[in-house]
């Protein structure tokens, strides 16, 4: 069955501390990873479209990179105005809907 | 260009009611997705809508039902509200249907209570 998994499912960071978010996906044919940011009580926010293994974007203090099983979402020397819930979905080539979400990870960044 | 709006924003209703959810996708956009989106589920799809058609549906019960007009806005309605479906509900829409590869543009929800 294809899914994705998101870890952790929450993190907390001090300002300037720099992690790293997973997704790790299991789909039988991969077209595409999506990165979107979740603030509080509004909709998801498009952030980056990955399409191959090896593959990174970049975006501020965001950058994105994709293996053949997984993803991460690499956050440099984060500020609290990142603090969001980040999302990954996936689109797969199998499956009558094509687009699979992992449940999130909730990043708090503290002042 | 104006982005995904949906309405109303929040909503309280009753165990046994029925609510009608509307979404307005971005100008030029044809597909309509709609999401119930719980803490301990994330997103879970509940159908896509592109030209008027249903073209996918997900795993809910028949109690959730929706349409797409002509001019691509779309609705989703929910008879026989249970306590369960207190959500998010989420609609995104993209200029092509979901068997391509896009970027879905997702509205600021629906905040559902079902007291």
């Known amino acids: 069955e294809d899914q994705v998994t998101q870890s952790p499912e929450a993190l907390r960071l001090q300002e300037g501390e720099s992690s790293s978010l997973n997704c790790s996906y299991t789909v039988s044919g991969l077209r595409g990873l999506f990165w979107y940011r979740q603030d509080p009580g509004k909709g998801p926010e498009f952030l980056f479209t990955l399409y191959s ?3 990174e974007k970049e975006k501020e203090r965001l950058k994105a990179t994709l293996t053949k099983k ?6 440099t020397a984060p500020k609290p105005e990142d603090s969001a819930t980040y999302l990954c979905a996936v689109h797969r080539t199998s499956g009558t809907y ?6 999130g990870t909730r990043l708090k960044v503290l002042a | 260009k104006a982005g ?3 309405t109303p924003r929040y909503l ?3 165990r046994g009611q029925q609510v009608t ?3 307005s996708p971005i100008s030029g956009h044809r597909s309509v997705s709609w999401y119930q989106q719980t803490p301990g589920q994330g997103l879970q799809f509940l159908f896509e809508y592109f030209s008027e058609t249903q073209r996918n549906k997900g795993n809910f019960p028949g109690r959730f039902s929706g349409r797409q007009f ?8 929910v008879s026989t509200l249970e306590l ?3 959500a998010l509900y989420l609609c995104a829409s993209s200029p092509l249907s979901s068997g391509n590869l896009n970027e879905q543009f997702f509205g600021p929800g629906t905040r559902l209570t079902v007291l």
């Open chain 2, 21 to 23: 959810l509307s979404c």
């Open chain 2, 12 to 14: 309280i209703k009753t």
């Open chain 2, 4 to 6: 995904v709006t949906q």
């Open chain 1, 70 to 75: 997984e993803s991460f979402l690499h956050i």
């Open chain 2, 70 to 77: 002509s001019n691509s806005r779309s609705e989703m309605n």
């Open chain 1, 53 to 55: 293994a090896g593959e």
């Open chain 2, 84 to 86: 369960g479906d207190s």
């Open chain 1, 98 to 103: 094509k687009y699979i979400f992992g449940t």
